[in-house]
């Protein structure tokens, strides 16, 4: 009898081991699902915040190339616009010496004469002018000039190129009519004509 006892505790004991070791399993198992499920929503949460940082940095390196490239384009259209400026003022400056050459040679022609006498009766009868400038050059036509204006010649600067100036008696009103100013006018219109291209 003691035998069949401890056969049925033997029994029991199997039984409640069999019971504990499914309970154990069942723990187990469950656990594992619950960390598995951690896991992955850990991996997926770690994946986001990965995505996330990688396209913050990918954005941000494309806006850092972007500004680069912007710098790089606006370096270059500054140093082309200054070439541009470079190059069209020495164009400039050459057009206008050679313009003022030819005036040079104008005035040293016959019919620089006719042009200054009806430049200066042209312009006499705009107020009461009684004396008119010449450049030391143009000296020569003095008497010419005298007989053909009324006026009184007298020796002005001697860069006047051409041209004349033309003053009242009290030497307070003036005009000037020379090739110099009148280049130099025109100069600056001319530059700033270029300007509004």
């Known amino acids: 009898m003691a035998s069949y006892i401890t ?27 619950k960390l598995a499920a951690e896991l992955r929503q850990h991996n997926s949460a770690t994946l986001e915040i990965t995505a996330r940082d990688n396209k913050q940095a990918l954005q941000a390196k494309q806006d850092q190339i972007q500004q680069q490239a912007n710098r790089q384009i606006t370096t270059a259209k500054v140093r082309a616009m200054a070439q541009y400026v470079q190059t069209r003022n020495q164009q400039t400056d050459l057009l206008f010496i050679a313009v003022m050459a030819q005036l040079a ?80 006018i025109i100069k600056k219109d001319f530059d700033f004509n270029q300007l509004a291209i």
């Open 7 to 33: 056969e049925k505790n033997e029994r029991k004991l199997e039984y409640f081991s069999d019971i504990i070791m499914r309970e154990v399993e069942k723990k187990k198992n469950d656990a594992n699902f």
């Open 105 to 184: 040679q104008f005035t040293q022609q016959t019919e620089y004469e006719t042009y200054l006498i009806a430049c200066i009766n042209k312009m006499k009868n705009i107020s009461n002018f009684t004396i008119v400038k010449l450049s030391p050059l143009d000296m020569r036509l003095e008497e010419t000039i005298k007989t053909a204006t009324g006026l009184t010649p007298e020796t002005g600067d001697d860069n006047f190129i051409g041209g004349f100036i033309l003053l009242n008696e009290n030497r307070t009103i003036q005009i000037d009519y020379t090739f110099k100013t009148r280049l130099a």
